[in-house]
């Protein structure tokens, strides 16, 4: 049975920096992993993406202050977030897609606010 579980989430100050982890479990093979994010009244919205052979895309928005990685197995990723804006509260959603499906995690708020 596959899971995701993300962690990592809190209310930092502008200007500050966390990390979000991601554990998936139950997946083997090789797969595309991503984080998306969802404020309020918004839809949501694709933020880092991590290929396989290590390709790396971004929104533009969060381009230079974002990083997805994984580690050596695999079946965790990060998202280090650093250089925090308000604009970036939202619930930020892991995503594993494996096998032509998608398997999401339950979200973990994310809030930037003096």
């Known amino acids: 049975q596959v899971q995701v579980q993300e962690s990592g989430g809190g209310l930092v100050q502008p200007g500050g920096s966390l990390r979000l982890s991601c554990a998936a479990s139950?997946?083997?093979?090789?797969?595309?992993l991503s984080w998306f994010r969802q404020a309020p009244g918004k839809q949501r919205e694709l933020v880092a993406t991590?290929?396989?052979?290590?390709?790396?895309n971004y929104v533009e928005s969060v381009r230079g202050r974002f990083t997805i990685s994984t580690d050596n197995a695999k079946d965790t990723v990060y998202l280090q977030m650093n250089s925090l804006k308000p604009e970036d509260t939202a619930v930020y959603y892991c995503?594993?897609?494996?096998?032509?499906?998608?398997?999401w995690g339950q979200g973990t708020q994310v809030s930037v606010s003096s």
């Open positions: 995503n594993v897609y494996w096998l032509s499906r998608d398997y």
């Open positions: 139950g997946i083997t093979e090789i797969k595309t």
């Open positions: 991590l290929m396989n052979g290590g390709v790396t």
